[in-house]
């Protein structure tokens, strides 16, 4: 293998300078095509045998850890996956289950600095930012409002709800080769339900640009919005509905593409630690983990909000914040609502189930810290109480917290940095990890085959902060 290696990097090395790269000079666009460029040079064919040899080691094992093991395991190419914890308990155990390419727009929203500061003030609100001193935070502030600008947020929307789109795609495809359909998978659409005139010009604006996007839409009246929801407690100032949106049981999918990939020949690894990556110059060559030395030859970062310290122990920038969000069951509701249900103003996300609905939002802004505020938590109980009609008495069965990892542009990291020869990062989706899961693993897995991507993998670039 290692003499196969030997063979291989100066062809690699050589393509680069034939393409105008020297190691370290590329601009940061050129790095992330790397794949793509290499294709059009003979060696690719080398490299594409050489793939299925490769020995890929995937840390995290959230929903986009595990999308990838399952993509490069299509390929023949056959990837240990390891996680602290259990396999899709971390911020992908609970979440909201949407999977929407019509909602798929940048966290930074124009406007979001005035809007901020008047959550800020609000007890209860949809977003809190605790104080910190943390230069981090600061820069990833800075960031994140330099980004909340209407220029930003068109163009960001259209890379992600391309990912969202071909990702749906795939798991209407993946669903369909199932033998059991226990992953609840529904494509129902999604209602954006408005109490505010502020709220319904959001909205609006929202399906102005899913629409320009190829997502089919219609604004709803209040009364239309009333008469298809029987679980709204009006009044209400209007809505909007986009069809073809689906939802899925999160944990249970991460289950059956963990599932699926390990028939394929994957590894999984749970209760394993990583806590240091040894590299030397641009290659990494083994991780540290409370389960011993584990070498590999391609390594996959992909370990939602926990990415930036691991990447910090390669001195590897990787601005991601965690945002933590709630989410609350409520079993044997008296109504229950026909398609997933957006609460504009407190941006609330209802997800109906088999017997039950879940109720997912808020964003904390608190560092890496699991603690469940009860403020938080009474928050959304009460977008319930405000906008549905739920018994009063109504208790969740179960709360849920997560992490969610955002970077201050609001689209993820996708790609190899500059910086290393032989990882990938995969991190950063935010309120997206799910809707765009399956087309991130594609996507990783064409980077490690060195296939030209199905999409454009320049937006995602992990090297353009
Ligand atoms: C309330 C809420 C609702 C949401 N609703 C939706 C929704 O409806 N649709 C949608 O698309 N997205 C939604 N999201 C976002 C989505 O859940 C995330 O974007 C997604 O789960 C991120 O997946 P991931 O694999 O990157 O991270 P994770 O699922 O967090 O996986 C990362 C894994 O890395 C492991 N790890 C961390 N450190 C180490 C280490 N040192 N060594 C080994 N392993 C490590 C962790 O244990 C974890 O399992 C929601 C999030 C929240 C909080």
């Known amino acids: 293998m290692s003499l196969l290696r030997e063979a291989i990097d100066p062809l690699v090395r050589e393509c680069r300078i034939l393409k105008g790269h020297s190691p370290g000079t590329g601009s940061k666009t050129s790095h992330c095509l790397r794949a793509r460029d290499l294709r059009q040079h003979d060696s690719i064919k080398l490299i594409d045998t050489m793939a299925e040899k490769k020995k890929v080691l995937i840390i995290g094992g959230g929903v986009i850890g595990c999308a990838a093991a399952y993509y490069l395991a299509r390929k023949g190419i056959s990837a240990t996956v390891i996680d602290k914890g259990a396999i899709g308990h971390g911020?992908?155990?609970?979440?909201?289950?949407?999977?929407?390419?019509?909602?798929?727009?940048?966290?930074?929203?124009?406007?979001?600095?005035?809007?901020?500061?008047?959550?800020?003030?609000?007890?209860?609100?949809?977003?809190?930012?605790?104080?910190?001193?943390?230069?981090?935070?600061?820069?990833?502030?800075?960031?994140?409002?330099?980004?909340?600008?209407?220029?930003?947020?068109?163009?960001?929307a259209r890379p992600l709800v391309g990912l969202a789109k071909r990702s749906l795609e795939l798991i209407d495809s993946f669903v369909a080769g199932l033998s059991n359909g226990a992953l609840d998978f529904r494509k129902s659409g999604l209602t954006y339900v408005c109490k505010t005139s502020a709220g319904l010009e959001h909205?609006?604006?929202?399906?102005?640009?899913?629409?320009?996007?190829?997502?089919?839409?219609?604004?709803?009246?209040?009364?239309?919005?009333?008469?298809?929801?029987?679980?709204?407690?009006?009044?209400?100032?209007?809505?909007?509905?986009?069809?073809?949106?689906?939802?899925?049981?999160?944990?249970?999918?991460?289950e059956a593409l963990a599932a699926e990939a390990k028939a394929l020949g994957a590894e999984f690894l749970p209760q394993t630690e990583v806590f240091e990556i040894e590299s030397k110059g641009s290659r990494i060559g083994a991780v540290l983990t409370t389960r011993g030395r584990i070498e590999a030859d391609e390594f996959v970062l992909a370990a939602g909000s926990w990415t930036r310290a691991i990447a910090k122990t390669i001195r590897l920038r990787v601005p991601i914040e965690a945002g933590k969000g709630y989410a609350l069951i409520y079993d044997d509701p008296v109504h229950m609502p026909d398609v997933p249900l957006l609460l504009v103003e407190r941006k609330v996300a209802v997800t109906p189930r088999d017997g039950s609905i879940r109720c997912a939002g808020t964003m904390e802004l608190a560092g890496m810290n699991e603690q469940i505020t009860p403020m938080r938590v009474q928050a959304i109980s009460q977008a319930m109480a405000d906008y549905l009609h739920v018994s009063p008495t109504a208790e969740p069965s179960e709360v849920w917290r997560g992490l969610r990892p955002?970077?201050?542009?609001?689209?993820?990291?996708?790609?190899?940095p500059r910086k290393f020869d032989n990882l990938v990062l995969a991190a950063g989706h935010a309120m997206l990890g799910l809707t765009s899961s399956t087309g991130t693993g594609e996507l990783?897995?064409?980077?490690?085959?060195?296939?030209?991507?199905?999409?454009?993998?320049?937006p995602f670039c992990p090297d353009r902060f």
């Not at 935070?137 to 068109?154: D, G, H, I, K, Q």
């Not at 955002?406 to 190899?416: A, F, K, N, S």
């Not at 990783?444 to 320049?458: C, F, M, Q, T």
């Open 203 to 254: 909205s609006l604006y929202e399906l102005e640009i899913a629409k320009d996007l190829g997502c089919d839409g219609e604004e709803l009246s209040s009364e239309a919005l009333l008469a298809r929801n029987p679980i709204l407690r009006g009044p209400v100032k209007g809505g909007v509905y986009f069809t073809g949106q689906g939802q899925i049981e999160p944990l249970r999918f991460v």
């Open 91 to 156: 911020c992908s155990y609970g979440n909201a289950g949407w999977l929407v390419p019509a909602h798929s727009m940048p966290l930074p929203a124009p406007g979001a600095l005035r809007q901020a500061a008047k959550w800020m003030l609000r007890r209860g609100s949809p977003l809190y930012i605790q104080p910190r001193p943390s230069i981090d935070m600061a820069s990833w502030l800075v960031r994140f409002l330099c980004n909340a600008n209407e220029t930003r947020y068109r163009s960001g």
């Open 444 to 458: 990783v897995a064409e980077l490690i085959s060195g296939e030209k991507p199905l999409l454009d993998p320049r």
């Open 406 to 416: 955002c970077t201050p542009d609001g689209l993820p990291m996708i790609g190899r």
